[in-house]
């Protein structure tokens, strides 16, 4: 197994910066922060440099070449937000068996009426058939089917499509809180796609653990967030896609950096150009206000995507967090704040102990960046080297030598 320290770059833990102190990882999980440099342990210079957790990307919809891209840009984990079982399961197989896919967590199908969100956007993707229930006495076996599929946490889409220029059957408001009741029971978390403020006040009323999205269909009320704060939930306010929505040129503006265009494929290129533009411009802006709100209040803020598949425009897997840090910081984040919200704080609230910090006994899930995204956030794109679980993922070369003496590395 892998025994080496990243020596003289600074060290971000999750919560804070804790200025230049080497990092020590052996047998896939972190030996010691601010220790020594044992004898045989591989130096890898980290001068420049910042070490950050595996970031975190808390709303996608994924599959193998999906995760191989985004270790490719620091993130080391991400959280599914609807998935198929038939290729969810054996998928999640493969990530256990292979370092260079990050992990992956998923609620496998959401609740959503027949023809509810988001059956329109899925035309021609080949699904199955989706469980659903139209009766409150119907949820605890879809409930259980879930679970049964492996899902880690539950979720609920309330969408009237007005967000997509469309309309469609939303979820009775009985069904969202017998869901919360029955997945409440079982020990997992419900979480609400929830896009209008209309939607978010009822599924919060519900009791649901976070919401997916932001709602961003006109200015939050005091009394929204007030609620929000009050039942302890946490938001992600996937400010990406929202700039999709609204016809915001965030991720035009984002295929455009050199660090973005080096990593993605022609096809996927196009994608991150790309853009829904169903929504009025103005919501963006309402969206970014509800991001204030919310920071003053003191929700949990999780740094999330939805990045999808191609053909599913604004967004593109491992690129876009990137683009949400800067987004969040925007909407009145410190860079610290926004660092967290795809580090240590998705971790807290998914229940995954094991990551999203740097201290010692963790996983070694790491990325080290160029410069000082405390300061900068958008150096987190400058990344130099990725680990998920210890094992180097990127770059896929051995990185070169730069002096002779003790094994001192760093990538191109």
Sequence with gaps: MHHFVIAGA????????????????????????AGGRPRGAELIDGAGATVLPGLIDAHTHTDADALRQAVTFGVTTEFDMLSIPDRMIPLRRQVAESADLADVRSPSVGLTPAAGHPHQLRKGEGDP????????????????????????????????????????????????AATVREGHARDRMVLAHAMTVEAAEQVVDAGVDGLTHLFFDRPHTGELIEKIAAAGAFVIPTLTVLASITGEPAGAELAEDPRVRAK?????????????ATSPPENFGYALEAVAALRRAGVDLLAGT????????????GASLHDELRLLVRGGCTPTEALRAATSVPARRFGLADRGRIRPGLRADLTLVDGDP????????????????????????????????PSISRSA
């Design 264 to 276: 993605l494929t022609p096809a996927w290129l196009g994608n991150l150009s790309g853009a829904m």
């Design 10 to 33: 600074r060290v971000f833990d999750g919560e804070d910066l804790l200025g230049i102190v080497d990092v020590e990882v052996a047998d896939g999980r972190i030996a010691s922060v």
């Design 374 to 405: 405390t300061v900068t956030i958008g150096d987190t794109l400058s990344v130099r080297r990725v680990w998920r679980g210890g094992r180097p993922v990127f770059p896929a070369t051995a990185p070169t030598t730069i002096h002779s003496g």
């Design 129 to 176: 058939p989706w469980p659903t229930a139209a009766r409150v006495a119907e949820i605890p076996a879809f409930v259980e089917g879930r679970i049964a599929e492996g899902a880690d946490y539950l979720k609920v889409l309330v969408e009237d499509g007005r967000a997509f220029g469309s309309s469609l059957p939303s979820l009775a408001p009985e069904l969202v």
């Design 306 to 317: 939805d990045a999808a598949h191609l053909g599913a425009p604004g967004t593109a897997h």
